[in-house]
Protein backbone atom coordinates (compact mmCIF):
# COMPACT_ATOMS: atom_id res chain seq x y z
CA UNK A 1 0.00 0.00 0.00
CA UNK A 2 0.77 3.52 0.18
CA UNK A 3 1.91 3.64 3.40
CA UNK A 4 2.23 1.47 7.24
CA UNK A 5 -1.60 0.71 7.59
CA UNK A 6 -2.20 -0.22 11.11
CA UNK A 7 -5.46 -1.46 12.61
CA UNK A 8 -7.71 -1.20 15.05
CA UNK A 9 -7.03 2.87 14.98
CA UNK A 10 -8.72 2.34 18.63
CA UNK A 11 -9.65 -0.12 20.91
CA UNK A 12 -11.06 -0.28 24.56
CA UNK A 13 -10.52 -3.93 26.24
CA UNK A 14 -10.97 -4.76 29.70
CA UNK A 15 -8.27 -6.13 31.91
CA UNK A 16 -7.77 -9.57 31.71
CA UNK A 17 -8.78 -9.82 27.94
CA UNK A 18 -6.33 -10.68 24.94
CA UNK A 19 -5.68 -8.08 22.09
CA UNK A 20 -4.17 -8.47 19.09
CA UNK A 21 -2.93 -5.29 16.57
CA UNK A 22 -2.38 -5.37 13.05
CA UNK A 23 0.27 -3.65 11.39
CA UNK A 24 0.39 -3.51 7.43
CA UNK A 25 4.01 -2.52 6.34
CA UNK A 26 4.97 -0.63 3.01
CA UNK A 27 5.38 -3.18 -0.05
CA UNK A 28 9.05 -4.74 -0.25
CA UNK A 29 10.12 -2.94 3.48
CA UNK A 30 12.34 -5.88 4.47
CA UNK A 31 12.14 -4.16 8.31
CA UNK A 32 9.41 -3.55 11.19
CA UNK A 33 9.30 -2.06 13.94
CA UNK A 34 6.66 -1.79 17.24
CA UNK A 35 6.85 0.99 19.76
CA UNK A 36 4.50 2.29 22.51
CA UNK A 37 3.96 5.28 23.36
CA UNK A 38 2.14 6.40 26.79
CA UNK A 39 0.74 9.61 27.66
CA UNK A 40 2.97 12.25 27.66
CA UNK A 41 6.05 10.04 26.97
CA UNK A 42 8.18 9.15 23.91
CA UNK A 43 8.64 6.13 22.05
CA UNK A 44 9.42 2.79 23.54
CA UNK A 45 10.67 0.27 21.42
CA UNK A 46 9.05 -2.96 21.98
CA UNK A 47 10.44 -5.55 18.78
CA UNK A 48 11.71 -5.47 15.67
CA UNK A 49 12.03 -7.59 12.77
CA UNK A 50 13.92 -7.73 9.68
CA UNK A 51 13.67 -10.11 6.78
CA UNK A 52 14.01 -13.91 8.16
CA UNK A 53 16.54 -13.18 10.51
CA UNK A 54 15.28 -13.66 13.91
CA UNK A 55 13.62 -10.31 15.58
CA UNK A 56 15.05 -8.60 18.29
CA UNK A 57 12.45 -8.49 21.18
CA UNK A 58 14.68 -7.09 23.95
CA UNK A 59 12.08 -3.91 24.25
CA UNK A 60 9.41 -6.46 25.02
CA UNK A 61 8.61 -5.46 28.62
CA UNK A 62 6.69 -8.59 29.91
CA UNK A 63 6.29 -12.55 28.17
CA UNK A 64 2.31 -11.29 27.96
CA UNK A 65 3.54 -9.59 24.79
CA UNK A 66 4.54 -11.19 21.57
CA UNK A 67 4.47 -10.40 17.94
CA UNK A 68 4.91 -12.51 14.55
CA UNK A 69 5.41 -11.05 10.91
CA UNK A 70 4.62 -13.60 8.00
CA UNK A 71 7.72 -13.14 5.72
CA UNK A 72 7.78 -9.52 4.89
CA UNK A 73 3.98 -8.60 4.90
CA UNK A 74 1.59 -7.93 7.96
CA UNK A 75 2.64 -8.36 11.68
CA UNK A 76 0.36 -9.04 14.61
CA UNK A 77 1.40 -7.76 18.10
CA UNK A 78 -0.44 -9.96 20.71
CA UNK A 79 -0.80 -8.55 24.34
CA UNK A 80 -1.90 -11.14 26.32
CA UNK A 81 -4.00 -10.49 29.70
CA UNK A 82 -4.02 -7.00 29.75
CA UNK A 83 -3.34 -4.85 32.26
CA UNK A 84 -4.36 -0.99 32.57
CA UNK A 85 -0.38 0.09 32.68
CA UNK A 86 -0.79 -1.45 28.60
CA UNK A 87 -2.96 1.07 28.04
CA UNK A 88 -0.68 3.34 25.41
CA UNK A 89 -0.68 4.51 21.58
CA UNK A 90 1.16 1.02 19.86
CA UNK A 91 2.89 2.47 16.77
CA UNK A 92 4.62 0.95 13.64
CA UNK A 93 6.90 1.62 11.27
CA UNK A 94 8.51 0.24 8.10
CA UNK A 95 11.89 0.23 6.43
CA UNK A 96 13.79 -0.80 3.68
CA UNK A 97 16.59 -1.42 6.24
CA UNK A 98 17.54 -1.13 9.60
CA UNK A 99 19.88 1.31 11.28
CA UNK A 100 22.27 2.93 9.52
CA UNK A 101 20.71 6.43 8.23
CA UNK A 102 17.43 4.53 6.66
CA UNK A 103 14.21 6.59 7.24
CA UNK A 104 11.23 5.01 9.36
CA UNK A 105 7.91 5.47 8.34
CA UNK A 106 5.04 5.16 10.52
CA UNK A 107 1.56 3.97 10.51
CA UNK A 108 -0.80 6.26 12.62
CA UNK A 109 -0.90 3.68 15.81
CA UNK A 110 -3.69 2.30 17.84
CA UNK A 111 -4.66 3.27 20.52
CA UNK A 112 -5.69 0.87 23.31
CA UNK A 113 -7.56 2.04 26.68
CA UNK A 114 -7.81 -0.99 29.11
CA UNK A 115 -10.59 -0.46 31.64
CA UNK B 1 22.47 3.63 27.41
CA UNK B 2 21.90 5.40 24.64
CA UNK B 3 19.35 8.06 24.89
CA UNK B 4 18.05 11.68 24.03
CA UNK B 5 16.61 14.40 25.82
CA UNK B 6 14.11 17.38 24.84
CA UNK B 7 13.12 20.18 26.26
CA UNK B 8 9.67 20.10 27.77
CA UNK B 9 6.48 21.29 26.46
CA UNK B 10 4.08 22.61 25.47
CA UNK B 11 5.51 25.51 23.68
CA UNK B 12 3.24 28.29 22.57
CA UNK B 13 4.45 31.17 20.12
CA UNK B 14 2.91 33.66 17.47
CA UNK B 15 3.04 33.38 14.23
CA UNK B 16 6.33 34.69 12.37
CA UNK B 17 8.48 34.07 16.07
CA UNK B 18 11.78 32.25 15.96
CA UNK B 19 11.57 28.54 17.25
CA UNK B 20 14.03 26.23 18.77
CA UNK B 21 13.72 22.96 20.47
CA UNK B 22 16.57 21.81 22.04
CA UNK B 23 18.04 18.29 22.12
CA UNK B 24 21.03 16.75 23.44
CA UNK B 25 21.81 13.21 23.03
CA UNK B 26 23.98 10.25 25.19
CA UNK B 27 25.12 7.92 22.47
CA UNK B 28 28.67 5.60 22.16
CA UNK B 29 30.09 5.45 18.48
CA UNK B 30 28.70 8.12 16.09
CA UNK B 31 24.84 8.17 15.80
CA UNK B 32 22.54 9.37 13.30
CA UNK B 33 20.37 11.90 14.52
CA UNK B 34 16.63 12.84 13.28
CA UNK B 35 13.65 14.76 13.64
CA UNK B 36 10.02 13.60 13.71
CA UNK B 37 6.90 15.51 13.43
CA UNK B 38 3.38 14.32 14.33
CA UNK B 39 0.90 16.75 13.09
CA UNK B 40 -2.91 16.18 14.72
CA UNK B 41 -4.03 13.06 13.49
CA UNK B 42 -1.76 11.94 11.47
CA UNK B 43 1.14 9.57 12.02
CA UNK B 44 4.79 10.38 12.50
CA UNK B 45 6.68 11.16 9.46
CA UNK B 46 10.77 12.27 9.08
CA UNK B 47 11.34 16.14 9.28
CA UNK B 48 15.43 16.01 8.53
CA UNK B 49 18.24 13.89 9.55
CA UNK B 50 21.84 14.45 9.79
CA UNK B 51 24.36 11.53 9.77
CA UNK B 52 27.73 12.80 10.60
CA UNK B 53 29.15 15.98 12.65
CA UNK B 54 28.54 19.35 11.27
CA UNK B 55 26.04 17.83 9.12
CA UNK B 56 23.16 20.20 8.88
CA UNK B 57 19.75 18.70 7.85
CA UNK B 58 16.90 21.13 6.79
CA UNK B 59 13.60 20.60 5.49
CA UNK B 60 9.70 23.21 5.32
CA UNK B 61 12.02 25.59 6.25
CA UNK B 62 13.58 23.96 9.84
CA UNK B 63 16.70 23.28 10.28
CA UNK B 64 19.19 21.52 12.52
CA UNK B 65 22.85 20.96 12.97
CA UNK B 66 24.50 17.76 14.84
CA UNK B 67 26.66 19.42 17.17
CA UNK B 68 29.07 16.47 18.56
CA UNK B 69 31.13 18.35 20.89
CA UNK B 70 27.92 19.69 22.99
CA UNK B 71 26.30 16.18 21.60
CA UNK B 72 23.36 18.36 20.42
CA UNK B 73 21.17 18.76 17.77
CA UNK B 74 18.87 21.55 18.10
CA UNK B 75 15.83 22.13 16.06
CA UNK B 76 15.21 26.16 15.08
CA UNK B 77 12.56 27.76 12.30
CA UNK B 78 13.12 31.08 11.68
CA UNK B 79 9.23 32.20 11.36
CA UNK B 80 6.91 29.49 12.11
CA UNK B 81 3.52 29.45 11.03
CA UNK B 82 0.09 27.95 12.11
CA UNK B 83 0.59 25.08 10.01
CA UNK B 84 3.54 24.09 12.17
CA UNK B 85 1.73 23.15 14.96
CA UNK B 86 2.60 19.61 15.42
CA UNK B 87 4.42 17.61 17.93
CA UNK B 88 8.43 17.32 17.44
CA UNK B 89 10.35 14.32 18.58
CA UNK B 90 14.40 14.05 18.44
CA UNK B 91 15.82 10.50 17.89
CA UNK B 92 18.89 8.89 17.04
CA UNK B 93 19.94 5.33 15.52
CA UNK B 94 23.60 4.24 17.63
CA UNK B 95 25.91 4.36 15.30
CA UNK B 96 29.36 2.05 14.97
CA UNK B 97 30.59 1.07 18.15
CA UNK B 98 26.87 1.67 19.53
CA UNK B 99 24.52 -0.16 20.75
CA UNK B 100 22.10 -2.07 18.30
CA UNK B 101 20.60 -0.05 16.11
CA UNK B 102 17.11 0.96 17.01
CA UNK B 103 15.60 4.36 16.62
CA UNK B 104 15.60 6.07 20.03
CA UNK B 105 13.55 9.17 20.91
CA UNK B 106 13.01 11.76 22.74
CA UNK B 107 9.86 12.24 25.04
CA UNK B 108 8.38 14.61 21.92
CA UNK B 109 7.35 18.57 22.38
CA UNK B 110 4.09 20.16 21.33
CA UNK B 111 4.56 23.09 19.49
CA UNK B 112 1.45 25.51 19.27
CA UNK B 113 1.60 28.11 16.84
CA UNK B 114 -1.05 30.93 17.38
CA UNK B 115 -2.25 33.45 14.76
Known amino acids: GAGVSQSPSNKVTEKGKDVELRCDPI?????LYWYRQRLGQGLEFLIY????????KSGLPSDRFSAERTGESVSTLTIQRTQQEDSAVYLC?????????????FGQGTRLTVV | GDSVTQMEGPVTLSEEAFLTINCTYT??????LFWYVQYPGEGLQLLLK?????DKGSNKGFEATYRKETTSFHLEKGSVQVSDSAVYFC??????????????FGKGTKLSVKP
Open chain 1, 93 to 105: ASSLLRGGNTEAF
Open chain 1, 27 to 31: SGHTA
Open chain 1, 49 to 56: FQGNSAPD
Open chain 2, 27 to 32: ATGYPS
Open chain 2, 50 to 54: ATKAD
Open chain 2, 91 to 104: ALIPGYGGSQGNLI
